[in-house]
């Protein structure tokens, strides 16, 4: 079974800043797919960024990009230059490609605080 | 904006009352899945479907049941509810026509049982 940890519960960090939230994943798998989700206090799940496997290169998106190292099974959300609306909590998923489901696992999440 | 909806959006019920969310897609995907979400376990994969009355459980699926009887339609049922079914429930659909493609979230319903 897999599974997803995300070992800093709560972060915070200067407006204008950067700031790195870990993931750590644990698969037999080979094809699969990583995902960053960002929950404001709205409570909408938003996808942020999303990693396909067998790429090496790490996705970006905007301010926001990844550390993708598939044999540490390691796969981080760096926030450049941090804004007051990326306050949210931040969840890593992951998706088994082979699977019959197609189901995402998420790890437990990361509060983010961005401060003025 | 992946077009999804959830009914109600907030809902307080008691225990042993029966309880359907609606969940309400308009680009005809044909993957819709039900998560709930509780403090400590992010989301947790409750029912999925694969296509019209094409249905079948993932991790939680115990005192759950789902229908589809139309492709923009997925239906999540609690028929007695429990306090342990007090929760955050989203409805996801699959972008692609495949299982394994990007899911995009409604925005939720809180649920609470007294």
């Known amino acids: 079974a897999q599974t997803v940890t995300q070992s800093q519960p709560e972060m915070s960090v200067q407006e204008a800043e950067t700031v790195t939230l870990s993931c750590t994943y644990d698969t037999s798998e080979s094809n699969y797919y990583l995902f960053w989700y960002k929950q404001p206090p709205s409570r909408q799940m938003i996808l942020v960024i999303r990693?396909?496997?067998?790429?090496?290169q790490n996705a970006t998106e905007n301010r926001f990009s990844v550390n993708f190292q598939k044999a540490a099974k390691s796969f981080s959300l760096k926030i450049s230059d941090s804004q007051l609306g990326d306050t949210a909590m931040y969840f890593c998923?992951?998706?088994?490609?082979?699977?019959?489901?197609?189901?995402?696992?998420f790890g437990k999440g990361t509060k983010l605080s961005v401060k003025p | 904006d992946a077009g999804i909806t959830q009914s109600p959006r907030h809902k307080v019920t008691e225990t042993g009352t029966p309880v359907t969310l609606r969940c309400h897609q308009t680009e005809n995907h044909r993957y819709m899945y039900w998560y709930r979400q509780d403090p400590g376990h992010g989301l947790r994969l409750i029912h999925y479907s694969y296509g019209v009355k094409d249905t079948d459980k993932g991790e939680v699926s115990d005192g759950y049941s789902v229908s589809r009887s139309k492709t923009e339609d997925f239906l999540l049922t609690l028929e007695s509810a429990t306090s342990s079914q007090t929760s955050v429930y989203f409805c996801?659909?699959?972008?692609?026509?495949?299982?394994?493609?990007?899911?995009?979230f409604g925005p939720g319903t809180r649920l609470t049982v007294l």
């Open positions: 996801a659909i699959s972008e692609g026509g495949g299982y394994t493609d990007t899911q995009y």
């Open positions: 998923a992951f998706m088994n490609r082979g699977g019959s489901q197609g189901n995402l696992i």
């Open positions: 990693q396909e496997a067998y790429k090496q």
